[in-house]
């Protein structure tokens, strides 16, 4: 579990660190607006942020009293659609 919370940790820093760069230039506002409206923004660089720190969070809470193997496999596969659209790919 710790290890798998200091790797979200270091993309999250990776991703403060490109923050201001190409597609993730729109990340910020597009965050405030899904934490005002709760509402999944159009853009897929957000989307795909939002549901990996979801999934994130889902498999922290599983870890303590779920199904933990399945919030890794949802959390896996976010991660991939958040490195495919960091290449530029669409989901």
Same mark, same amino acid.
């Given at each position: 579990? =710790?290890? &798998? $919370?200091?790797?979200?940790? &270091?993309? %999250? =820093?990776?991703?403060?660190? &490109?923050?201001?760069?190409?597609?993730?230039?729109? %990340?910020? !506002?597009?965050? =405030?607006?899904?934490?005002?409206?709760? &509402?999944?923004?159009?853009?897929?660089?957000?989307?795909?942020?939002?549901?990996?720190?979801? #999934? @994130? +969070?889902?498999?922290?809470?599983? #870890?303590?009293?779920?199904?933990? @193997?399945?919030?890794? !496999?949802?959390?896996?596969?976010? $991660?991939?659609?958040?490195?495919?659209? $960091?290449?530029?790919?669409? +989901?």
């Amino acid at each position: 579990m =710790r290890g &798998q $919370l200091r790797q979200i940790e &270091q993309r %999250l =820093r990776r991703v403060r660190q &490109q923050i201001g760069r190409g597609k993730l230039a729109r %990340l910020p !506002e597009a965050l =405030r607006q899904y934490a005002a409206t709760g &509402q999944v923004p159009d853009d897929p660089t957000a989307a795909a942020f939002i549901r990996l720190n979801q #999934s @994130a +969070l889902d498999a922290m809470n599983a #870890s303590v009293g779920g199904d933990h @193997a399945a919030a890794v !496999e949802a959390y896996q596969a976010a $991660l991939s659609d958040w490195q495919q659209v $960091l290449k530029g790919g669409v +989901l």
